[in-house]
């Protein structure tokens, strides 16, 4: 089993910050980047297995959309009652996909697990009790996110929940300005140096696209949802339960 690493791809002073993809310098070092970067992170991680013991449904599937290494594949697996359950996780780097299936071969789950390597925007949802995007709709072209919200609601069962976790912004300037002071310091706790903030930020501002939980709320009823809200929030991170 491959060891996890130290978050250090941002260390050093860079000559050009390049676009942060989902690489395999960013595999190696994810466990660690993810924990010391987004807080309540195990929080949420932790209650996504409590909520699959509750919404799971017997002779369904569980899709975990951007899966990475496999996190929320793992809070479902351990916490899934119903028989007969899949869990489907999905995500478009060929490296995540790799690591992940080591993740799930080493894990003693009884729960089938079929990875995908794919576009979240291409998978076809179906008789799905339960889906989750865990930090991934932000990755995804604003002019998209609506269709693959509405894509996942046609899939979901009646009853059927998806959990969405994102990085949010506020319209108020100085609570936005607070929030995000507040995260950085928190990263600072976390051992992250100033340039590494700095550095990290400059490659993901145009990839990285928060938006504010209005926006998020109204685009998922908007996708057919019909219960929607807020059950977690730490600074500028939160978690939207919404169900079918």
Sequence with gaps: MH???????????LSEVSRFAFDQRVVDVFPDMIKRSVPGYATIINMIGNLAERYAQADSHCYDLGCSLGAATLAMRHRIQAANCKIIGVDNSAAMIARCQQVIA???????VELVESPIQTVKIENASMAVLNFTLQFIATAERLDVLRNICNGLNTGGVLILSEKVVFDDEPHQQLMTELHHNFKRANGYSDLEIA???????????????????QRLRDAGFSSVDVWFQCFNFASIIAIK
């Excluded at 060891?3 to 002073?13: E, L, S, V």
């Excluded at 080493?106 to 089938?112: K, L, N, Q, W, Y």
């Design 3 to 13: 060891k996890n690493q130290a978050d250090t791809i941002y260390a050093n002073p």
């Design 106 to 112: 080493a894990d003693s789950g009884e729960v089938a």
């Design 199 to 217: 550095q990290k930020r400059s490659a993901i501002e145009d990839y990285l696209i928060p938006e504010t939980l209005d926006t998020h709320r």
